[in-house]
């Protein structure tokens, strides 16, 4: 079987492929430039791998000739999304994107991908609460929770407008497939901060993608700097890769939204499990006020993925776990 995935360059695209190949998919994957895809092409080292060509997936067709080139492929998966949060034109750089990334390649499925069987979308838990709402104890979430804020109240900053962006994202997806009964059946995959090692060493650079580089940035601080207490829902990657792959292959999956979270972290508690498995580090790095991680979290909402946990019927990584494979990844490439 072809899976046709779009944004394959991304932190957890690359992991994807490799779960994929691994699996003996065949995958045709969009880049942005051929150098990126003969970068990633030379990683991979396999026959299974082939790229196409999408400079931009907001430009109207922006998926019409990659598609119609790969009749072959029976399985969808758009990854593809702008992901950051630092930007002085959210509703250009984040908004649009993804709204109109998620439109194209939806219409181009609906014109040339005539075998495609199934379509996963790359959500988010953005688009199950808003930042706010995230950080509120007396809210709850579970799979069918949406973050409904409105398109105004997303342009405020880079944070709201990513939240926005994943939420409108997501729900035209959804009403597509309510306009166009014969699209192929939907997925989401709707992940909280992912974390977790590179699919490939060599892609460890000084500044890691946004999530990861929450982990990342800690080791970078000196033993008397103070750092910001991030909190949220921690995921390992490659549970985030091994679910995009069973969301596709199962039945039971079909219009569901799968919530991706082991749980709920506080840099607190990374500093903690850095400090405990890296003894080179000792002393070179902060210590923060050890052991009052659980504290900080207790602001959070809470959530509930039972069902999704159930359904995928695979055991998450623990925070620890996660925490360790991405450091120690980290340093392997700074000794180098
Ligand atoms: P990355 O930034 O590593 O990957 C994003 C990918 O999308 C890259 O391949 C990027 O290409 C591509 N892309 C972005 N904008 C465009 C555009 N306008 N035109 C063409 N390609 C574009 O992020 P992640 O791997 O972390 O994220 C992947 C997906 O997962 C996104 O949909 C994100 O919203 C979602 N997600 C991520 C979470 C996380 O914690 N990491 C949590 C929940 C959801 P290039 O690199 O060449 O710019």
Do not use: C
């Not at 067709?61 to 969808?76: I, M, N, R």
């Not at 800690?218 to 990657?237: A, H, Q, T």
């Not at 039972?306 to 490439?333: C, M, P, R, Y």
């Amino acid at each position: 079987r072809t899976v046709f995935l779009t944004g394959a360059t991304g932190f957890i695209a690359q992991n994807i492929v490799k779960t994929l190949i691994e699996s003996d998919y065949n995958v045709v994957g969009t880049v942005r430039t051929e150098a990126k895809g003969d970068h990633l092409t030379k990683l991979l080292n396999s026959e299974k791998f082939k790229y196409e060509i999408v400079p931009d997936i907001s430009v109207d067709g922006a998926f019409d000739e990659a598609l119609s080139k790969h009749p072959e492929a029976t399985v969808l998966l758009h990854t593809a999304s702008p992901f950051f949060y630092d930007t002085t034109d959210p509703e250009n750089d984040l908004v649009l994107p993804a709204i109109r990334g998620t439109k194209n390649i939806m219409k181009a499925v609906t014109k040339f991908g005539k075998n495609i069987e199934r379509f996963v979308i790359t959500s988010s838990d953005a688009a199950i609460y808003s930042a706010e709402d995230e950080q509120d104890a007396t809210k709850s979430f579970d799979e069918l929770s949406w973050n409904n804020i409105t398109y105004e109240e997303s342009l405020t900053d880079g944070v709201t407008a990513y939240y926005g962006a994943k939420s409108f994202a997501e729900k035209a997806a959804w009403e597509y497939i309510e306009k166009n009964p014969g699209f192929p059946a939907l997925t989401a995959v709707n992940p909280v901060y992912v974390f977790g090692p590179q699919a490939f060493d060599s892609e460890v650079k000084d500044v890691l993608n946004v999530s990861n580089e929450l982990i990342n940035s800690l080791i970078n601080l000196g033993p008397n700097d103070k750092f910001e207490i991030d909190k949220g829902g921690f995921v390992d990657v490659r549970d985030v890769a091994k679910a995009h792959v069973l969301a596709f292959e199962k039945e039971e999956t079909i219009g569901k939204r799968l919530f991706l979270t082991n749980g709920q972290f506080s840099s607190q508690m990374m500093i903690d499990i850095i400090n405990e498995n890296f003894p080179e580090l000792k002393g070179k790095i902060p210590v923060g006020e050890p052991g009052t991680g659980p504290e900080h979290i207790k602001s959070l909402g809470r959530v509930d993925n039972s069902k999704t946990k159930q359904l995928l019927g695979f055991e998450f990584s623990s925070l620890d776990k996660i925490v360790v494979d991405t450091i120690k990844q980290v340093l392997a490439k700074k000794s180098k």
